[in-house]
């Protein structure tokens, strides 16, 4: 882990682990059964449909790589980019990686109004 990582992880819940290791948008792997003519029952799993996209963070100024199921691509072009969806989505539903990205982009945003001309906020009256 990085070390300006608060400890989230303890609290967070691992029904599905795998969904901690992406942006998943609360998507879990469901269960049911197969039912074909003869009636005979047997159980199933349906995972979420995950992609392995690259996407443009712009308070990091690179590509991200992210496995990202489809709900949460978008839902990420609807809010306007990682930033913002990374920044307003609730916690439970990004995972340990959302929550990275998460501190990173603050951090990065952070950066740069620091980093502005005489430490002025950038959206200050000029």
């Keep these: 882990m990085h070390p300006s990582l608060p ?3 303890a609290a967070l819940s691992q029904p599905f682990k795998r969904s901690q290791l ?11 059964n197969n039912v ?23 308070a990091l100024g690179e590509m991200v790589r992210v496995k990202v199921t489809t709900h949460a691509l978008k839902t990420i072009r609807k809010v306007g980019g990682l930033d913002q969806y990374v ?28 980093s502005s001309p005489s430490g002025a906020h950038p959206h200050a009256p000029l």
Excluded at 43 to 57: A, D, E, H, Y
Excluded at 93 to 102: A, H, P, Q, Y
């Design 36 to 58: 074909p003519f003869s009636k005979k029952k047997t159980r199933r799993t349906w995972l979420p449909n995950i992609q392995s996209k690259r996407l443009f963070s712009d």
């Design 7 to 9: 400890s989230f992880v």
């Design 22 to 32: 992406g942006l998943f948008h609360g998507k879990m792997k469901q269960y049911g």
């Design 87 to 114: 920044l307003n989505t609730k916690s439970d539903l990004l995972g340990w990686e959302g929550m990275r990205l998460r501190v990173a982009v603050r951090e990065a945003q952070e950066r740069k109004v620091f």
